[in-house]
């Protein structure tokens, strides 16, 4: 992978989105993907709430059956990889409630107003990693949790970075971590890292750093 070079300055200029990991062939629209046949016959809301909508969606598969499905529909999201000029990281140390405890994540966050998904990454690195970067690469995106939820998660590789004023928000506990990338790739090796994000980040970020070797 031939990996982007800088664009503009660090915090001022718009970068483009200019590379994407070779193995990453997904299409999307927003938060969700757009090259699947539209299966969907009645719909019923039955929650929505402030980031996820639940559905009773009768499907119509391919294979003929027709069904009743649980469909919890996300606006998708982003997470960074971000590199420094030492080979280290950024990881939080974040208090998760659905996990009951601390857990180690990549900076990220959810898609706003059907923004861009670089622009939703920008913002995230900025407001948890405190830096923002000049050069801006597209690893890849994925389904979360296909059975059930619709959220797809962008992932980027972030490089050239300049510290700017961190904001968290009120709701979001975390501490801000560099760790050597070696280590990170470790830790999701021997499973201190759980989280599917970072797992994926962690691991598409190495490849595509070794393939621009």
Same mark, same amino acid.
């Given at each position: 992978?031939?990996?982007?070079?800088?664009?503009?300055?660090?915090?001022?200029?718009?970068p %483009?989105?200019?590379?994407?990991?070779?193995?990453?062939?997904?299409?999307?629209?927003?938060?969700?993907?757009?090259?699947?046949?539209?299966?969907? /016959?009645?719909v019923? /809301?039955?929650?929505?709430?402030?980031?996820?909508?639940?559905?009773?969606?009768?499907?119509?598969?391919?294979?003929?059956?027709?069904?009743?499905?649980?469909?919890?529909?996300?606006?998708?999201?982003?997470?960074?990889?971000?590199?420094?000029?030492?080979? %280290? @990281?950024c990881l939080? %140390?974040?208090?998760?409630?659905?996990?009951?405890?601390?857990?180690?994540?990549?900076?990220?966050?959810?898609?706003?107003?059907?923004?861009?998904?670089?622009?939703?990454?920008?913002?995230?690195?900025?407001?948890?990693?405190?830096?923002?970067?000049? %050069?801006?690469?597209?690893?890849?995106?994925?389904?979360?949790?296909?059975?059930?939820? /619709?959220? @797809?998660?962008?992932?980027?590789?972030?490089?050239?970075?300049?510290?700017?004023?961190?904001?968290?928000?009120?709701?979001?506990?975390?501490?801000?971590?560099?760790?050597?990338?070696?280590?990170?790739?470790?830790?999701?090796?021997?499973?201190?890292?759980?989280?599917?994000?970072?797992?994926?980040?962690l691991?598409?970020?190495?490849?595509?750093?070794?393939?621009?070797?």
């Amino acid at each position: 992978m031939k990996l982007s070079q800088p664009t503009g300055d660090l915090c001022g200029a718009k970068p %483009r989105l200019l590379a994407r990991f070779p193995g990453s062939s997904i299409s999307y629209r927003f938060g969700s993907i757009s090259d699947t046949p539209d299966m969907n /016959t009645p719909v019923r /809301t039955v929650f929505q709430g402030r980031v996820l909508t639940l559905n009773l969606e009768q499907v119509t598969l391919p294979n003929g059956v027709v069904t009743e499905l649980e469909i919890a529909h996300h606006p998708g999201g982003a997470a960074i990889v971000a590199l420094d000029p030492a080979g %280290r @990281v950024c990881l939080l %140390r974040q208090f998760r409630h659905a996990t009951g405890r601390w857990i180690t994540e990549l900076p990220a966050g959810k898609i706003d107003n059907r923004e861009p998904p670089l622009d939703c990454a920008r913002r995230e690195l900025a407001e948890e990693a405190g830096v923002c970067a000049a %050069r801006w690469d597209k690893l890849g995106e994925f389904f979360s949790s296909p059975g059930v939820l /619709t959220e @797809v998660i962008h992932v980027f590789l972030a490089q050239i970075l300049a510290p700017v004023q961190s904001q968290p928000e009120a709701h979001e506990v975390f501490e801000v971590h560099w760790v050597a990338l070696p280590e990170a790739l470790a830790m999701a090796t021997d499973g201190r890292i759980e989280d599917a994000k970072t797992l994926v980040g962690l691991f598409w970020a190495s490849a595509a750093l070794a393939a621009a070797a």
